[in-house]
């Protein structure tokens, strides 16, 4: 029975020694280096959402404030109550516009920043391809309401000087006696030298004629 034992203890020390052989010393794990787990792990750059609104609201206030300043008047943009209240509206949208488009962008990155690093999985290339169509639409919904703005603009900038120009009608007919067409009515500083002119030649005229038909009576 002893020797059955040390057959089979002989047979597995063979089997041991033949299985080392084959195995032999692990050089795959050389030149690994230990990594320290107290050290942080890379990060993306943080990013400070209440510093991005910030800047977008700004851009937005000087983007409409300079589009208004070329089509209307300082003192429109001031007293209109109207035009004021657009321009709070354009500024709102506007800044919302520009903040999206600073968020998409920060989301874009980091998605590609993932993807670099190794992150091949077929879902994340599907979440990138709809995150850049989301920044394309958002970029024409910028440009399409910078377009609207600017039309509303030039309307109202229309609509002030047809306005102008009935206010400007009205106190005429109303210095010239409410007539419409009267020979009073001036609508500048030449012709209205000019009137003066021909009153004068006018009253000479007249003068003369009265002069001469007194000399005729006399001489009669």
């Known amino acids: 029975m002893s020797q059955d034992k040390k057959t089979l203890r002989s047979q ?14 692990d050089e795959s794990l050389e030149g690994i280096i230990d990594v320290d787990p107290q050290l942080p792990a890379q990060q993306m750059p943080s990013f400070n959402f209440m510093e991005a609104k910030g800047v977008a ?3 937005a206030k000087k983007t409409i404030e300079a589009l208004m300043r070329f089509y209307l008047d300082a003192d429109i943009i001031e ?23 600073q968020a998409g962008e920060r989301a874009l990155t980091t998605l590609l920043q993932t993807i670099e690093d ?24 910028q440009t399409m309401y910078l377009m609207a703005t600017e039309e509303s603009m030039k309307r109202i900038a229309r609509d002030a000087e047809l306005y102008q120009q ?4 009205q106190i005429e007919e109303e210095v010239g006696g409410g007539q419409k067409g009267s020979s009073n009515i001036q609508r500048g500083t030449k012709d209205l030298m000019a009137q003066i002119q ?9 003068d003369a ?7 005729e009576e006399a001489e009669s």
């Open 209 to 215: 004629e009265i002069e001469i038909e007194g000399n």
């Open 118 to 141: 190794g992150d091949l999985a077929p879902r994340m290339f599907e979440v990138l391809a709809t995150l850049q169509k989301s920044m394309l639409d958002i970029i024409k919904s």
């Open 166 to 169: 009935k206010t400007n009608r």
């Open 57 to 59: 609201d700004k851009q």
């Open 198 to 206: 021909a009153g004068i030649a006018n009253a000479d005229v007249e």
């Open 79 to 101: 007293e209109n109550e109207y035009v004021k209240a657009k321009k709070k509206m354009d500024e709102m949208t506007m800044s919302s516009l520009v903040y999206q488009l």
């Open 12 to 25: 597995a020390d063979e089997i041991r020694n033949e299985l080392d052989s084959l195995i032999g010393d």
